[in-house]
């Protein structure tokens, strides 16, 4: 049986037979699909000639692409501090998504006991400070408290917004490290580990695809073997854009810049 190792290797060899333009321009369609820019990755696609039903040597750059659109939307409630409405959405499309990744359900949850607080202090809900704190208190109980007593870094990350309470209708007394909650910066860094759990099991599918299904893998192979999994997963499932200009200097160096990069298609991100 092909070895993940094996696997990982041939998936390298395909990527470093590439010419230079054409490999470029793949790592951007990668980081289009993966960020969500789905009108920009269909103009993009199109230009490059891909059919994201094609040829099996495509598959790793179009992981993400039927799930674009609602990535995508799943990002703009998240950014848009509409956390509930973001779990509803996972629960129904990824149910075991939350269920197998207790990580992103506690920060998920978390994130939406902090816009709870935000939203009491900048728009009042109605209910009277009391009535607020209790309620506060039940969605921890009920949601958090449960998978924080299993996990000391939970645990201190919801006292810690807990400790906001104290803090209500004083906002501009908060010290910077509770200041950090109410930053725009933790829901966009909420929504890109969203889309990241997402990829990453639609790359676990297409590993599979590549080494069998589950049941018919090995799994008490060599701890290397593991590792090289692990790897491949993550060569497949991040975006490449940051690679880009190292990639870049690397292939003009070695070619003596033979031409310039205008045989690339030029595109926007049309997309907010």
């Known amino acids: 049986m092909t070895s993940t190792k094996d696997t990982y290797h041939s998936l390298l060899q395909s990527t470093t037979n590439l010419d230079k333009s054409t490999l470029l321009n793949r790592l951007v369609l990668n980081f289009l699909i993966h960020e969500g820019y789905e009108q920009t990755a269909y103009k993009l696609a199109k230009e490059l000639g891909i059919n994201p039903n094609g040829s099996e040597e495509d ?6 692409w039927r799930s674009m659109s609602i990535r ?11 956390i509930g409405d973001a779990i509803d959405t996972l629960n129904l499309l990824y149910p075991e998504l939350l269920e197998q990744n207790n990580l992103l359900y506690f920060k998920l949850l978390l994130l939406n006991l902090i816009e709870m607080i935000r939203n009491h202090e900048e728009q009042g809900d109605g209910d009277d400070k009391e009535q607020f704190i209790m309620k506060i208190v039940s969605f921890a109980q009920d ?3 449960n ?11 919801l006292e810690l917004t807990m400790t906001l309470l104290i803090y209500s209708n004083k906002k501009e007394m908060l010290p910077p490290k509770l200041n950090q909650l109410f930053e725009i910066k933790l829901r966009r860094d909420i929504a890109s580990l969203v889309n990241k759990c997402i990829l990453q099991k639609e790359a676990t599918v297409l590993l599979e695809e590549y080494n069998g299904t ?13 590792d090289d ?11 490449k854009l940051n690679k880009l200009m ?27």
């Open 59 to 64: 598959d790793e750059y179009l992981i993400g």
């Open 72 to 82: 995508r939307q799943i990002k703009d409630m998240l950014l848009k501090g509409e």
């Open 143 to 145: 949601k958090l408290t």
């Open 147 to 157: 998978k924080a007593i299993k996990n000391i870094k939970f645990m201190e990350e």
């Open 214 to 226: 589950l049941q018919n893998h090995e799994t008490h192979g060599d701890d290397d073997e593991d």
């Open 229 to 239: 999994g692990l790897l491949l997963t993550n060569q497949i499932m991040d975006s």
């Open 246 to 272: 190292r990639l870049w200097v690397w292939l003009e160096n070695k070619t003596h810049v033979e031409h310039s990069m205008t045989d690339i298609p030029l595109f926007k991100l049309d997309e907010t």
